[in-house]
């Protein structure tokens, strides 16, 4: 009777934790919504369409993750459930072909980097693959959060407008640099990584007209770093502990500058939008945009992810250069704006 009990109760808790909102109470009701929300629009081009069935495709294997692990404490649950193969989906778009040297992703060119990068690529460009306007990405992504592992970069007030200057800390692929100049915006692609440039970033610049790439680091002042590349596109300003042989890594000097001091020797009229995905010198990278946050006060879609303390010691810099700020933590991110 009481193993009953506490099934009933772990049940109702996980009908309740993947509600879209408080009006839905059951998984039930929940796959109807998202189906709705997919699949009722029949206004949509092919490839929109495309995409949102291979969305509703993921949710429901991933829902049925979901139910067999519906006893078991969150955490653990979430290392049972399958994340998105969105390299699948891609390659299995009509109109993909493995032998070209791009993937033309509604609009969007990319190098065929689908392998290493399909799901950091997605987080950045779902709202735009199926078709969505801004108005819905707290559905897409946050009451269906489990589409992305990360969210999107643009929620609520914080997105890319038509003529922002665009600052792209950790271009990597270089899909957020390309969406924003999709929108008509300038964006500044830093990387400071030369492999990553060569194999990915400079495609993906020709393909997009309008991107400019930048081949440092942001940090809290001009200098050389030690970057640990633990992966292609993967890599850390974290210094090497517990005494471990520095031929157990591969290690890339760069160049670090800080985003005041970049701003004010280009030139720079403004900063319109920073996005920021920098393996834990997010603020580092803060530090040196003091100026930039208060005078211009652009708007911010930060990673808090890669150390415990993000959250709090981002929100602490940002609020400390402009008290003005309005500053939300969704998911791994950070979002913040000043109203006007």
Known sequence: MLAAKILDKWK???????????????????KNYIRDILLSDSNLDGDARYYRESCWDFFLKEMAYLERTCYMPRFMARKFAGRPIWAKYIKEHPAYDGNSAFSDLRG?????????????????????????????????????????????????????EKGDIVIDA????????????Y????????EPVRAVIDLYLEKTAKMNPGIIIVPYALSDKKSTLEIILSGLG??????????????????????????????????????????????????????????????FS???????????????????LILE?????QVEQKHKKLYAYVPH
């Open 170 to 181: 950790g271009a990597c692929v270089g899909e957020f640099s390309a969406l924003a100049a």
């Open 108 to 160: 969007i060119k990319l190098p065929n980097a689908v392998d290493d990068f399909g799901e950091t690529i997605m987080d950045v460009l779902l709202q735009h693959l199926l078709g969505f306007s801004l108005d819905d990405v707290q559905t897409v992504y946050y009451d269906f959060y489990l589409m992305t592992s990360e969210g999107p970069y643009e929620y609520g007030k914080v997105y890319l």
């Open 321 to 325: 250069a402009n008290p003005r700020y």
């Open 12 to 30: 109702k808790s996980f009908n309740k934790r993947y509600a879209a909102d408080g009006k839905i109470k059951s998984l039930a009701a929940k």
């Open 234 to 295: 993967t890599t850390s300003l974290t210094n090497i502990e517990g005494g471990a042989s520095r031929k157990a890594f591969e290690v890339e000097n760069i160049q670090a500058v800080d985003l005041d001091g970049y701003v004010h020797e280009n030139n720079l009229p403004r900063v319109d939008f920073i996005k920021a995905d920098i393996e834990g010198a997010e603020r580092q990278m803060l530090k040196g945009a003091q100026n930039v946050l208060k005078e």
């Open 183 to 190: 929108k008509g915006c300038a964006p500044y692609a830093f």
């Open 298 to 316: 652009p708007k911010l879609a930060i990673c808090t992810y890669h150390l415990p303390d993000d959250p709090q010691v981002l929100r602490d």
